[in-house]
């Protein structure tokens, strides 16, 4: 088998898994929120959600980049691979007990006692966090994502059958607390099973300084795209009421469903892959150029079918109880539509070493999604919201064409030229929905004789022109290619 047809065989492979762990992570967690939504009050969401920001603060500290070092480095020695191992030990050893003796203040802060015990509990999450992140990164470097799915698939399945058992025995907050604990736990143990080769028992320390040299800039990326994402959960749980705040979260989860559904699947695959075609001389821009094509044309139809949704999806997931995280729901649907437009080169540069260049746009981006968020404080969530849509897309956009241009990968009308078969796409599929909201108003899905029609003709709409979407159309093939093959296997 030559080079580019074994490397497309190991990325089809790849997102296969991927694919079927992130889908099987979904239906579970589907599941569970549609009982924990009933058993658990939209405060404690709140409470749990505030706990969560600095939990994967703390997470995003002991990582540091650590494990995109590995990935994009050419030539991994056992002095390298050891010393980031001892790397992310000292990091989240550290990270784990500030932690611990930061819950104190956190909890005064918000002036909820209860915070104090829940992070110093999730204090234990992030110290044993390195034990298995290390044998998944060095995994997925060489594309193989088979024994995250399993892994995946155990630990998941265990967490969330001991959360709604707990919650259902009335513990509330802390059920979802011992539930990521239980998982924590179980999928350190379960990865011990996949250790490589060349994972060693012992840490080493000699090249952490090398380490750290380019892991600090994505580091630092990870931060604030994190504080960035999570402003308004700080915000509504300090300034308005925990209520609030978790009536947002779970409109913003119902938002991330397509990031679950395909992108947290894609992604992980495609910085190794590129960082692989880049070590062996290959061209990426054609395959990054086809996933962005694929991803859009997925992506814009299914926010704006959401958008359009919002109402029912709210009330079948979580009931009556949250029916306020419908209005979020719809502006957040724009706010991910546009985002969404280069979601896919920010694992391109990363999986290319460009981590400098990452960090620069997204600390423009977010540094002026903490601004704009405080600015609008007292004039509440909506109009918070609605700034961020308006401002934060278009910074976004512009920073990563000026990047793209400025490292001759591609010019803006060369970018846009991609966009145009996912444009025409959305316009044709989303018609029948659009026509009826704007006829029948907000509540067009009540009238079931008129609106399941649309959504059928919608979908048969978007899936005809998807099929013959030339660029799409070799991933499909191929991914069609690797199920029949998998099915086989079984």
């Not at 509504?236 to 992108?263: H, M, P, V």
């Not at 099929?467 to 099915?487: E, G, Y």
Request: overall charge positive; glycine content about 4%.
């Amino acid at each position: 088998m030559s080079t580019p047809e074994k490397n497309s065989a190991n990325f089809g492979s790849a997102v296969l898994h991927s694919f079927i762990g992130r889908y099987f992570s979904i239906i579970l967690q589907l599941i569970s929120t549609v009982i924990l939504a009933r058993l658990i009050a939209p405060e404690e969401y709140g409470l749990y959600t505030i706990a969560f920001v600095f939990v994967a603060t703390a997470t995003i500290i002991k990582e540091f980049g650590v494990n995109n070092f590995l990935i994009k480095e050419k030539v991994l020695t056992p002095e390298i691979i050891s010393s980031a191992y001892g790397t992310l030990i000292l990091l989240s050893s550290t990270a784990a007990i500030a932690l611990y003796f930061l819950a104190t203040p956190i909890a005064k802060f918000y002036d909820q006692e209860q915070l104090r015990s829940i992070l110093q509990l999730l204090s234990l999450n992030v110290f044993l966090s390195p034990f298995g992140t290390i044998i998944v990164t060095l995994l997925r470097r060489e594309l193989l994502f088979k024994p995250d799915l399993i892994t995946g698939v155990l630990s998941q399945t265990i967490s969330y059958a001991s959360t709604i058992l707990l919650a259902y025995k009335g513990l509330g907050v802390y059920a979802l607390v011992y539930g990521a604990i239980i998982q924590s736990i179980s999928q350190t143990i379960i990865l011990q099973f996949f250790r490589p080769a060349n994972m060693p028992y012992l840490p080493g320390f000699s090249k952490c300084k090398e380490i750290l040299s380019y892991s600090k800039f994505v580091g630092v990326s990870s931060m604030m795209n994190h504080f960035g994402n999570y402003t308004t959960e700080l915000i509504a749980g300090k300034y308005y009421s925990l209520e609030i705040t978790g009536q947002y979260n779970r409109a913003a989860t119902t938002g991330d469903l397509f990031n679950r559904l395909f992108t947290e699947g894609l992604n992980p695959v495609v910085m190794p892959y590129v960082s692989q075609l880049s070590r062996q001389g290959s061209d990426f821009l054609q395959k990054v150029q086809l996933l962005t094509t694929l991803t859009l044309s997925l992506a814009w139809p299914f926010y704006i079918g959401l958008a359009l949704c919002a109402e029912p999806v709210i009330l079948l997931l979580f009931g009556e109880d949250w029916l306020v995280a419908s209005y979020f729901l719809k502006l957040l649907c724009i706010h991910r539509m546009l985002s969404s437009t280069v979601q896919l080169l920010e694992p391109m540069l990363m999986g290319l070493g460009l981590a400098k260049s990452v960090m620069l746009i997204v600390l423009s981006t977010n540094v002026t999604r903490i601004i704009v968020s405080i600015a609008m404080i007292p004039l509440g969530i909506m109009p918070m919201l609605i700034a961020n849509i308006l401002i934060l897309p278009t910074i976004q956009f512009s920073l990563f064409m000026w990047i793209m241009a400025k490292h001759n990968f591609f010019d803006l009308s060369t970018f846009l030229t991609w966009l145009k078969d996912p444009a025409i796409l959305v316009i044709f599929s989303c018609a029948p929905m659009l026509l009826l909201n704007v006829w029948f108003g907000d509540k067009w899905w009540q009238n079931f004789a008129i609106s399941i029609p649309a959504i059928i003709l919608s979908l048969i709409v978007w899936l005809s022109f998807l099929i013959h979407q030339k660029n799409a159309k070799p991933v499909t093939d191929m991914l069609v290619s690797r199920l029949k093959q998998f099915r086989a296997k079984l």
